[in-house]
């Protein structure tokens, strides 16, 4: 119950984030559909004035020719053939993809979830017949896709790498040549092959304990089940699905010294085949002058999720035994698939971040736009619930079948 000072001192001191939307506010644009009285031909939301201003914010950086969604929505033509799916993805809020609530711990940066006028109005178009109206009526456009604002440096992989265990864990030198000490202000982990790529780590290690790791075999970077499997200096960053670049909280940033280089850990599994995989990633750094930040892991892994169990829950609370006050920016909560629920409560109780209805396919890491204090000894709870479809008991562990119950939380003095 008390793992929070113990990680803190020993390992913690690393950082990391994972992954905030870059998103402009998508829920801030009020819907200016919906219909203010009169007659419903001249009233009915238009894609034009009503619902391409929603989409262009809120859908269209991954539903473009060439994004990450299956299909484009940023035509007319495109969102009228798809316009009662639309609705219904907005209404069940199964789209935008954003997992936590709104009624707690926000608002957090880059919130891509809809208003409630916002899902009205898509549903009204729908209804309404998907009218087009009046292209002269369309917003200015913008630039939505996720990036991030600049990118100093850009590491791949020196060659690529195909897994040979269903779940593979393998470390790869990633060196960025620094000459003098940066600080890394937001980074974007570009998966390689996105079928075999489950999760992607970074950490810090001396170079010269990385180099040496790689030497022992001839195959591209060497095993590392459950962390570097080389000591490690701290913690960089985290892809897991669903990940987009990551933007630190202004001010604050993660050093690299000139010793170091990251190991990247990639967890491959295997399960629909064994294919080649050349991961990347892009740095930004800051002036040098930023707060230092520190990605601190909550592990709560004394859980046993009994066979067919529905709705199974565990919780374990991290004290700060630091002796000193801690300022809490951002959280990355993660289970594996079986989970369905998870939250995280600070020491009055307070909500600080909670995924009712949890997806495996969108993880990311949910940046406040103001910290929040953790006093010398108040405790963060982090709490988790699963359903067990299988007939085994289910623990903590790194395979794709076990189950995590665990957290980031990247915090700054
Ligand atoms: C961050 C990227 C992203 C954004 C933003 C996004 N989508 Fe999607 N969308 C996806 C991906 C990936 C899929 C396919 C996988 C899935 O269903 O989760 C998808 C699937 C869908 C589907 C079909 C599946 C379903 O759940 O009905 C619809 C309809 C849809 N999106 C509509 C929208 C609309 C409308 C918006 C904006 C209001 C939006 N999406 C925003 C990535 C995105």
Not at 78 to 94: E, G, Q
Not at 124 to 134: D, H, K, M, R, Y
Not at 330 to 354: R, W
């Amino acid at each position: 119950m008390n793992r929070l000072p113990a990680l803190c001192l020993v390992v913690i001191f690393a950082a990391c984030g994972s992954s905030s939307s870059l998103l402009p506010d998508g829920g801030s644009t009020p819907a200016t559909g919906g219909g203010t009285g009169g007659g419903s031909a001249a009233t009915a939301p238009t894609y034009y004035k009503d619902v391409l201003p929603i989409t262009q914010v809120s859908c269209n950086n991954c539903h473009v020719a060439g994004g990450i969604a299956p299909f484009a929505l940023d035509s007319y033509q495109a969102a009228k053939l798809k316009a009662p799916l639309m609705a219904d993805a907005v209404a069940n809020k199964r789209m935008p993809p954003w997992l936590a609530s709104k009624s707690c711990g926000g608002p957090f940066v880059g919130d891509r979830s809809l208003s409630d006028a916002q899902i009205a109005t898509i549903t009204q178009w729908s209804e309404g017949g998907a009218l087009e109206g009046n292209a002269a009526d369309a917003p200015a456009p913008i630039t939505t896709v996720e990036q991030l604002p600049k990118v100093d440096l850009t590491l791949q992989m020196p060659q690529a790498y195909t897994p040979t265990l269903r779940d593979d864990y393998r470390c790869f030198t990633i060196d960025p040549a620094l000459t003098q000490q940066q600080v890394v202000t937001g980074y974007d982990i570009n998966p390689g092959n996105r079928r075999v790529v489950h999760h992607v780590i970074l950490y810090l290690v001396p170079r010269a304990a990385a180099l040496a790791k790689d030497a022992q075999d001839a195959t591209p970077g060497w095993e590392c089940f459950g962390g570097a499997n080389v000591n490690t200096e701290g913690t960089l960053g985290a892809w897991a699905p669903g990940g987009a670049p990551v933007l630190f909280p202004t001010n604050t940033g993660i050093r690299i010294a000139p010793n170091q280089v990251l190991a990247m850990q990639v967890h491959y599994n295997t399960e629909n085949g064994a294919e080649p995989d050349q991961t990347s990633v892009k740095l930004m750094y800051g002036r040098g002058t930023e707060q230092n930040a520190y990605l601190l892991p909550l592990v709560a892994d004394q859980f046993s999720i009994p066979p067919s169990a529905v709705g199974y829950a565990h919780s374990e609370n991290f004290p700060n035994s630091l002796g000193f006050p801690i300022r809490v920016w951002g959280f990355l909560p993660h289970m594996h698939t079986k989970g369905t629920k998870i939250s995280m409560t600070a020491p009055n109780n307070e909500c600080l971040v909670d995924i009712p209805r949890w997806d495996f396919h969108w993880q990311t890491q949910y940046f406040r736009k103001v910290p929040v204090t953790i006093a010398a000894g108040g405790q963060i709870s982090l709490n988790c619930t699963w359903d067990n479809p299988t007939a085994a008991t289910v623990t903590w562990g790194e395979g794709t079948s076990d189950e995590m119950c665990f957290a980031f939380i990247f915090a700054t003095l």
